[in-house]
């Protein structure tokens, strides 16, 4: 594998079911975040994490947890979301301040 | 709070025209991307440009910084349909260095006409 890899690619939960998006990073980078794309707003940062360490918390309501066992994967856990929420959750990572490498993006659909 | 605006959002252009996008921010950087999206697709890194007047060419796209005038600019040279896809251009949230989350304008989605 390389580059940035997400799994699964496309997901669809119920508003009561828990479930969780992953992210693997192959370029030996320090950072990793999640963004939030959909149809009705820009691209939005949620999460950053720095040598595994969170960094920044964008206002995520609370039913996405992020998790960053080691400065290779990043999890974002769902659970009781809405329908709102449905959109392109995309995972970059960077070292520093070079240009992030973007995964190819899992596409959920919340029901 | 960061504002990234870009404009046009939408531009349909005729095969072997110029055209230049153009990426407006609201407060001080000294970094800005560009990224290319397909449709489908994840998001492609062009360019960073990383200081005042820095100029960057890949083919027929060169992209260029004021930090001052708070503008980047996406020029296209001879559009071929290939170039098709949507731009967007992106400033660090904040303004110190290393790692940071990105503010994105909400895209140009470009078509280029035979």
């Known amino acids: 594998e390389t580059g940035v890899t997400q799994t699964p690619r496309h997901l669809v939960m119920g508003m009561t079911n828990k479930k969780s998006l992953k992210c693997e990073q192959h370029l030996g980078h320090n950072a990793m975040y999640w963004y939030k794309q959909s149809a009705k707003k820009p691209l939005e940062l949620m999460f950053v994490y720095n040598f595994k360490e969170q960094t920044e918390n964008n206002s995520v309501p609370s039913r996405f947890s992020p998790e960053c066992p080691n400065s290779s994967h990043l999890f974002l856990h769902l659970h009781t979301l809405q329908p709102e929420d449905s959109a392109l959750y995309l995972c970059?990572?960077?070292?520093?301040?070079?240009?992030?490498?973007f995964g190819p993006g899992t596409r959920l659909l919340v029901l | 709070e960061l504002k990234v605006e870009q404009n046009p959002l939408f531009l349909s252009m005729q095969e072997g025209k110029n055209y230049t996008i153009y990426c407006n921010y609201s407060t001080t950087s000294d970094r800005l991307y560009w990224y290319r999206q397909d449709p489908g697709k994840s998001l492609e890194s062009l360019f960073v440009?990383?200081?005042?007047?820095a100029v960057k060419q890949e083919g027929r796209l060169m992209a260029s910084l004021d930090t001052k005038a708070r503008l980047s600019t996406l020029h296209i040279t001879a559009a071929v349909h290939d170039l098709s896809a949507t731009y967007f251009c992106?400033?660090?949230?904040?303004?110190?260095?290393?790692?940071?989350?990105?503010?994105f304008g909400k895209g140009t989605h470009l078509i280029i006409q035979p």
């Open positions: 440009l990383l200081s005042n007047g």
């Open positions: 992106a400033v660090p949230t904040h303004s110190g260095g290393g790692a940071d989350g990105l503010t």
């Open positions: 970059a990572s960077s070292q520093d301040w070079t240009p992030q490498y």
